[in-house]
């Protein structure tokens, strides 16, 4: 009896997260995606080219990429901004584990922030939400690094494609 009672009480928060994921999801245009093991490596990579201060993580899904550039950067103040609340209470939860004290989980829309508060911004979002940023980051001094998916009717700095278990990641720079 109770292993039934504990088995239907765990389905139904396996429910109700999902439910969570789908119903943000269908909102935000794209589900939380992690970064691959190869295009976390390259961004790392080109982001030590750049020395910044603050980096900001917009959309930043369970954190894969704002834990990796926490871990490489530990004197830099990583901004991990996520609407969804499972995976932002993951990634609450995996910094407190892992001790990153020099990263800030927001559970607020990037949308509302000033691009000009980071020296450099980080994206995995999706072809309509990078429109969306176009003129937040016209006026911007910074760099922005956008995984797959491109600024519309910007050129970019510089693009590196990335060799991973999906196809081939183009990585996107902007200065």
């Known amino acids: 009896m109770i292993s039934n009672a504990l088995t239907l009480i765990l389905l139904a928060l396996i429910l109700l ?4 994921i789908v119903t943000r999801s269908s909102k935000n245009g794209i589900t939380p995606t992690p970064t691959s093991p190869k295009v976390k490596e390259e ?9 910044p201060t603050t980096i900001a ?5 369970w954190g894969t990429m704002a834990f990796a550039l926490a871990k490489e950067f530990p004197h ?7 609407t969804s609340l499972v995976p932002y209470l993951y990634m609450k939860g995996m910094a407190k584990l892992k001790g990153y004290s020099n990263v800030r989980i927001l559970k607020k829309d990037f949308f509302t ?4 508060e ?8 999706f072809t309509g939400a990078m429109k969306q940023l176009s003129p937040m980051f016209a006026s911007y001094n910074g ?4 995984n797959t998916f491109a600024l519309p009717n910007t050129v970019p ?5 990335v060799a991973s278990w999906l196809g081939t990641t183009p990585i996107y720079i902007y200065k």
């Open 17 to 20: 997260i999902l439910i969570s």
């Open 43 to 51: 961004v790392t990579a080109i982001v030590k080219n750049y020395t």
């Open 57 to 61: 993580d917009f959309g930043a899904g």
């Open 76 to 82: 830099t103040d990583i901004y991990a901004y996520e």
């Open 113 to 116: 922030v000033r691009a000009g």
């Open 118 to 125: 980071f020296d450099l911004i980080y994206c995995y979002l």
């Open 143 to 146: 760099t922005v690094i956008s």
């Open 157 to 161: 700095t510089a693009t590196k494609n």
